[in-house]
Structures are given as structure tokens and as C-alpha cells.
């Protein structure tokens, strides 16, 4: 408390008691209790806004007249599709997948294409011969192919070259006996996967497997599509088996001429020209038109022949020196064109890595 203010508070405090009897005493009445006051009336509610009227809805605008429809462009001719893929499409490339055919090409020998590869199958009193299965899914198709021909199983499976696309399968006809070149047998074991024969049976040079009264031949010629290309012949039938070693007026697709020897492939394509050939299965397409085969070897001598000369100008000019001929590789594949094949399929897009493969191949043997 204040201390200024103490002293009053006393004061006030011994005078209280009189105060009180003062009260007590008086004649005024006791302090009526003050009023309860009464309730403030409710305000009345305030009236609700009257609802502002709805705007009037505009006028639609009136439509603008539809502009004439422009005339449609002329269609564009659409390009005949290909008969089949010109390259070794994979199966799950997000195309449909044709239904296998099989023809008859002789007596107990057909040619059945399904997943964009061929495969030759002969039938004969000591069971069926069929190259190159290529995966399970095709491998089950060809067997379901073959029931419908013959009840022989498949005894024999002749592998064309290494390469998995074509290897895979063998599974599917587990008492088969497996034969390939041997070059083949250091590239299964790179396989990651392992869909590549267990047992197999290989050969040096050439290997002739009689099948009843039918002769398959398998010959090597050195390497072309792989290193162990195995061209497969059956002479009285003048049946001829290559595999990725060309196609109907198509250049190899580039993706697929990494592992592919251009001056081999040349070399063998002109071996083979000189048999007898009245069909000539080629692994990725439909046909057997020995002519496919004829104009390939007119392509790979004309690009071989095209490249040799700048080689050996190059290495001329160099003075003899092989090394003159290595800025090629810079520049041959860019200018170098062979207009006779540039409506070849693939040719835009390919050609040039063709030019590099072949120089390659005459100037290194690859
Ligand atoms: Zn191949």
C-alpha cells in the first residue's frame, strides 16, 4: 500500500464501527434492491436482401459461320509394305507376328517360314532333318508344322551359323542330334542365354548327312555372317540353305553387319552361284527365287570392286604403302555411292556402313 495513503486507511478503519451503528440507526429504509433490468427487446431482425435479380442471360453470340472445309490432300500413295522384314527382327518388336507357311520344294523337302526366319526341313524314312530351330516359341511352331507332314520325329538339326537368333531351340527336340561347324562351339559358350545346345556334333570342312534316300551337304566356305557359316546344299534337289547372308533386293540392315565379313560373304555368294540351284532359302524371307541370290552376288562384287579401287589408289598414291589406304575409313564411307542399288531397301541407311564393312574386309580380312 501507499505509504501516504496508511495513515487514512487507519484512521478509517477505527471509525468503521461507528459508522456501522450510524447506519443502523438511521431512519432511511433499507436500499431497495436496484431493478433486475429488463431484457433489451431482441433487435428485431434486420429484413433479408431482397435477392438481386438474376442477370438477364446474355445473347448467345451467334455462331460464326463453319469454316469450309479445306480440301483433303490428295493420299499420299502408302509404300507396298515388304513382304517381310529385311533385317532380323526380333519377334517381340511390337509387330504382328504372320502364321507360319510351309511349301513343298521336292519330294520330302519344304521350306517352312515362321518369326521371319526359314527353315529347310526334310522328311525322310530315318526321321527329319531341320536347320536352324532359332528359339523355343519358333522351335514348338516348327514341330507343330512338321506333325502335319509326318509323324517321323526330328532327328537331325543342322545350325546354319552361331549366331543366338538362329541357334536357340534345340531344346524343343531333346533326342536330336545337333550339328554345326566348329566354330560354333567357342561362341555358345559366350551365350548369356543358355538357350544353346548341349550336344552337338561339328565338322571342319564339309559333312554329308544322308537322310534315307536324301543327301544334306554342309559345307564351310570361311566366314561370312559369323565364323562359323555353314552353307547348306542338297545337291540332287539343287537346294541351297544361306542364312543372313543377304535378302531380295535389300541391303543387310546396318544393325546387323557388325559380325558380318563382308569380302567372305562376297566370296562365298560367288562359290554358290556356280551350282545347280533351283531354290535358295535365305533365313529371313519368304522366298526361294534363286535370282535374290544372283543379284546379291552383281551388289557384293560392285561394292567390292568399288572399294578395291580406292584402296589401291589410295595405297598408289602412298607409294605402296597398305597404310596410305587409312584415311578411307574417314571418308569413303560418306561419298562413295553405288546409284545401280539406291532403291534397294535399307540403302539410305545402310550403304555406308556396307562401304565401311567392306573396306574393312579387303583391307583387314574382317
Ligand atoms: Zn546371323
Same mark, same amino acid.
Given at each position: 500500500m501507499n505509504n501516504r495513503l496508511k495513515p487514512v486507511f487507519v484512521v478509517f478503519c477505527a471509525a468503521l464501527p461507528f459508522l456501522v451503528l450510524l447506519a443502523g440507526c438511521g431512519t432511511d429504509p433499507a436500499p431497495t434492491p436496484t431493478p433486475v433490468p429488463t431484457p433489451t427487446a431482441m433487435p428485431e431482425p434486420t429484413a433479408m436482401p431482397e435477392p438481386t435479380a438474376m442477370p438477364e442471360p446474355t445473347a448467345m453470340p451467334e455462331p460464326t459461320a463453319m469454316p469450309e472445309p479445306t480440301a483433303m490432300p490428295e493420299p499420299t500413295a502408302v509404300p507396298?509394305? +515388304? =513382304?517381310?522384314? +529385311?533385317?532380323? =527382327?526380333?519377334? /517381340? $518388336?511390337g509387330f504382328q507376328i504372320p502364321p507360319p507357311t510351309v511349301t513343298m520344294l521336292a519330294d520330302g523337302v519344304y521350306h517352312y517360314f515362321g518369326f521371319f526366319t526359314g527353315s529347310l526341313v526334310v522328311v525322310s524314312d530315318d526321321g527329319v532333318l531341320i536347320t536352324d530351330p532359332s528359339n523355343p516359341m519358333r522351335a514348338q511352331s516348327l514341330r507343330d508344322e512338321i506333325s502335319k507332314v509326318t /509323324?517321323?520325329?526330328?532327328t537331325t538339326i543342322a545350325l546354319t551359323h552361331e549366331h543366338f537368333d538362329h541357334v536357340g531351340g534345340t531344346g524343343v527336340f531333346p533326342d536330336a542330334n545337333v550339328l554345326c561347324h566348329w566354330n560354333c562351339k567357342a561362341a555358345f559358350e *559366350? %551365350?548369356? *542365354? $543358355? /538357350?544353346?545346345?548341349l550336344k552337338i556334333e561339328t565338322f571342319d570342312d564339309t559333312m554329308d548327312v544322308v537322310m534315307g534316300d536324301k543327301t544334306v551337304q554342309l559345307h564351310y *566356305? $570361311?566366314? @561370312?555372317? $559369323? !565364323?562359323a557359316t555353314t552353307i547348306i546344299y542338297m545337291p540332287k534337289e539343287q537346294i541351297v540353305v544361306t542364312s543372313d547372308m543377304y535378302e531380295p533386293r535389300a541391303l543387310t540392315h546396318k544393325n546387323w553387319v !557388325? /559380325?558380318?565379313n563382308f569380302a567372305g560373304t562376297r566370296r562365298i555368294l560367288n562359290e554358290i552361284s556356280t551350282w545347280p540351284i533351283t531354290h535358295a532359302i535365305n533365313a529371313h524371307s519368304p522366298g526361294t527365287d534363286p535370282v535374290d541370290l544372283m543379284e546379291n552376288v552383281g551388289y557384293y562384287n560392285d561394292l567390292y570392286d568399288a572399294v578395291k579401287a580406292e584402296v589401291d589408289a589410295a595405297i598408289a598414291a602412298a607409294g @605402296?604403302? +597398305?597404310? @596410305? =589406304?587409312?584415311s578411307l575409313f574417314d571418308t569413303l564411307p560418306q561419298t562413295l555411292e553405288l546409284a545401280q542399288y %539406291?532403291?534397294? =531397301?535399307n540403302y539410305d541407311t545402310s550403304f555406308p556402313r556396307h562401304v565401311e564393312r567392306m573396306l574393312l574386309g579387303i583391307y583387314h580380312g574382317d
Open positions: 507396298e509394305p +515388304t =513382304a517381310e522384314p +529385311t533385317t532380323e =527382327a526380333p519377334p /517381340d $518388336g /509323324d517321323a520325329p526330328v *559366350l %551365350s548369356p *542365354l $543358355g /538357350d544353346v545346345p *566356305l $570361311g566366314p @561370312g555372317d $559369323g !565364323d !557388325d /559380325d558380318k @605402296g604403302a +597398305t597404310f @596410305g =589406304a587409312y %539406291s532403291d534397294w =531397301a
